[in-house]
């Protein structure tokens, strides 16, 4: 499971997936984890289209700027990916970003 350790990571996450009407990275957080190789792949892009919107500026609906809740679902993201088994899947999207 994914496990945040903000509330508001869940909240940042799902408020970033709603702007970029990423219907399928809305399941996966509703869902808590990810079930292939391809959702993770997904996932680890929709971080990083969430990074590239985050730096266009927006009013987030919690405290904090965007820069925060972002690092904090870097590690997150990235750290539920690597206990899952997904470390490539992410890795090869930081590669790409």
Known sequence: MIEYKYQEEKVVAKFFANLLNDG????????GFVSSAEEATHLSKF??????KSAQGVNLPCEGTSEYW???LYSTLGGYLERAGYEQQWNDEIDNA
């Open 24 to 31: 399928e990275t809305l399941a996966i957080i509703d869902r």
């Open 47 to 52: 971080f990083w289209a969430m990074v590239n």
């Open 70 to 72: 972002t690092e904090k």
